[in-house]
Nanobody, 119 residues
């Protein structure tokens, strides 16, 4: 059974940084793309970033491009999201997800971790 466990969320002031981690288990981590999505209160879930299985291709939403960086460590079965220059509008529950490829269907979701940015 595939499990995704996020960590690293919390409360941070605007302009600050956080690094989210997602530890995966249950299947060959390096074979699959890994992604981060978020859902703010009263809003739909939106894709934030994705990294391909080969670690060659990354994608970012326009709202986070230039501020967030996704990376993966296949030896540790972990994907990261480094978030810099945080804004109040980044406040959301952040979810880790995995699928065969970026821009494809999601197979599994994590339980989410709360990120709150105070202004």
């Amino acid at each position: 059974q595939v499990q995704l466990v996020e960590s690293g969320g919390g409360l941070v002031q605007a302009g600050g940084s956080l690094r989210l981690s997602c530890a995966a288990s249950g299947r060959t981590f390096s074979t699959y793309a890994m992604a981060w999505s978020r859902q703010a209160p009263g809003k739909e879930r939106e894709g934030v970033s994705c990294i391909s299985s080969s670690d060659i291709t990354t994608y970012y939403s326009d709202s986070v491009k230039g501020r967030f960086t996704i990376s993966r460590d296949n030896a540790k079965n972990t994907v990261y999201l480094q978030m810099n220059s945080l804004k109040s509008e980044d406040t959301a529950v952040y979810y880790c997800a995995t699928g065969w490829r970026c821009n494809g269907p999601i197979d599994y979701w994590g339980q989410g971790t709360q990120v709150t940015v105070s202004s």
